[in-house]
């Protein structure tokens, strides 16, 4: 990594739900600096790391990763000035970053998140 950071973001991408050699990890910050907007990729056959295409979606600490399918979500987490609630997915042919339409509800900057759908549970009789 270029630069050694505390309170990032941190996501593994997958393919057809087995997980590549490769996480993504984004903002964070130094012990003096501002939250990063920057987002690196390590490969972990390589042990090599590499700029993302695209920054992170906000200068962020605290944010919440959340597997989804082959990629993952940048929920929530804080600024300098402010918590923020919004929802990014992260895009790995792309490298880049979609905000999505959902925002949380009472949004703080330490959020935990699972993401289920009716395939995650038994059918009842």
């Given amino acids: 990594m ?3 950071r505390h309170f990032p973001g941190c996501g593994v991408v997958s393919d057809n739900g087995v ?9 964070g910050n130094t012990d ?8 690196e990729i390590l490969d972990l056959a390589t042990l090599t790391w590499k700029p993302a295409k ?4 906000l200068r962020l600490l605290y944010s919440t990763v959340v597997q989804r399918g082959d990629a993952f979500l940048v ?7 402010s918590n923020h609630d919004a929802v ?5 042919a792309t490298e ?3 905000l999505m339409p959902q925002r949380m509800v009472q949004h703080k ?17």
């Fill in 88 to 92: 990014y997915e992260f895009d790995p």
């Fill in 109 to 125: 900057h330490r959020v935990a998140a699972l993401i289920v759908g009716p395939q995650d549970f038994p059918k009842c009789s």
């Fill in 2 to 4: 270029s630069t050694a």
């Fill in 54 to 57: 695209q920054a992170y979606p």
């Fill in 96 to 98: 880049g970053w979609t």
């Fill in 32 to 39: 003096t600096s501002v939250a990063f907007d920057t987002a």
């Fill in 75 to 81: 929920v929530g987490g804080k600024n300098a000035t």
């Fill in 19 to 27: 997980p590549k050699s490769v996480v993504v990890v984004g903002g």
